[in-house]
């Protein structure tokens, strides 16, 4: 019995990574339908080079960092339960690499390929472990510190926090140094449009997103006699309020509908485990009023040129869902309790502090060292043909 419940373990821990494998291809179709024709190819290879450089890194070091675990040891102690140990690893991983795919679509267009690999290097193997660490592993007394003094730990359940808010704000360092593509905010004031190249590829990559987010979050119980289905509703539950927000205060644009799922999920995966259906709705809900009022006050206001929103979509939207998971999760609104309103305002000020910290350090070394920008006729001329050397489609368009 206890090898077949290990058996299970394994395989319910494996299905889980795969789900989530699945989402790096809704990151690269997402990015791929945002950006201009001449930038598709190049959002397509980023996420797909991010992803191998984040592999070795995590397996090298950072998985270590976070977690105290090494993998350099014989194959016969690897294999021992099953493996259980190397796909755990594997589920964890899809998370880390996430962090250079949410800056991806922040940095779009303009940013240099190889320096974003270095940037990923250092993100996936130190930067981002070390908070994993301090919030899913106990690291330097953070939590035992958090549970003195609210009388709970900071909870993120699925990453609201932990990955999305910390990829974001990350991002938004980066978008910062890099500044705007050219041409897009005028001196005369005016503000020339990017439209998305491909409406179909953009909704793909949401849709892949949106269904690989259910093993992002449902798996993240991490053995199968601790999964739950109210996960799996909340997170449905979000989804639609994300979606439906966003559909009205979008004004029915495609773009920003698409996204508005994705905001409620992104929201819901710190108290996914804790709330109510309804609550999982409102704060689903206020995602997507959140992403839409943010993307265009950054895009129009403030001139913050994020290609994606990814800011709005993963830095502020996880921000609020660390913060809604002390709010929803709550007896007093329908949750299972446990939690701390004040702890997850701490836990979620201390994430977001370090990943924006860490992103202007890291991205801005980077600007110093080796450059972060591709040259002004590099980007005219599109990352496809200055990068890779070939287009997204056989002949040249004049109308890039």
């Not at 996914?272 to 009023?289: E, F, I, R």
């Not at 000020?349 to 591709?374: D, E, H, I, P, Q």
Request: net charge neutral; hydrophobic share 55%; with cysteine.
């Amino acid at each position: 019995m206890d090898a077949l419940q290990q058996g299970a373990n394994t395989l319910f821990i494996l299905l889980g990574a795969v789900m989530v494998l699945a989402m790096h291809a809704g990151f690269a179709f997402l990015e791929l339908g945002t950006v201009r024709r001449k930038n598709q190819v190049n959002a397509l290879v980023k996420i797909l080079a991010d992803f191998s450089v984040s592999t070795v890194v995590y397996f090298a070091v950072g998985y270590s960092v976070a977690y105290g675990t090494h993998f350099f040891v014989g194959a016969e102690q690897l294999a021992a339960n099953n493996g259980y140990g190397l796909v755990k690893f594997f589920f964890l991983l899809t998370f880390a690499a996430a962090i250079p795919a949410i800056i991806s679509g922040g940095i779009a267009e303009r940013a240099k390929f190889w320096p974003q690999l270095i940037a990923t290097a250092v993100l996936v193997g130190l930067i981002y472990p070390l908070f994993e660490g301090v919030a899913w592993n106990q690291r330097f007394g953070v939590q035992a510190l958090l549970l003195a003094h609210t009388g709970a730990e900071f909870h993120d359940f699925a990453g609201s926090v932990v990955v999305h808010a910390v990829g974001g704000w990350v991002a938004l360092g980066a978008v910062l140094l890099l500044g705007a593509r050219s041409n897009r905010y005028r001196k005369d004031g005016a503000i020339s449009a990017h439209p998305p190249s491909s409406i179909p590829f953009l909704a793909l990559g949401a849709w892949v997103l949106t269904v690989g987010w259910f093993g992002f979050n449902v798996m993240s119980a991490q053995t199968l006699d601790k999964v739950s289905g109210l996960v799996a509703v909340n997170s449905l539950m979000a989804m639609v309020g994300g979606t439906l927000v966003a559909l009205v205060m979008g004004k029915n644009d495609p773009g920003v509908v698409h996204n508005g799922p994705l905001a409620g999920l992104v929201a819901v995966c710190a108290g996914s485990d804790l709330m109510h259906p309804l609550g999982a709705l409102v704060v689903g809900g206020v995602a997507g009023a959140i992403f839409v009022v943010m993307f265009t006050l950054t895009q129009n206001k403030w001139k913050i040129d994020d290609v994606l929103g990814v800011w709005p979509l993963h830095g502020l939207c996880g921000t609020w869902g660390g913060i809604a998971a002390g709010i929803f999760g709550l007896p007093a609104f329908g949750g299972l309790g446990g939690v701390s309103f004040s702890a997850q305002c701490a836990g979620t000020l201390l994430g977001v502090v370090w990943a924006l910290f860490s992103g202007l350090v890291v991205y801005g070394l980077l600007k110093m060292t080796v450059g972060l920008r591709m040259s002004q006729e590099e980007e005219f001329d599109g990352a496809d043909l200055s990068t890779h050397k070939i287009s997204a489609t056989p002949e040249r368009e004049a109308n890039w």
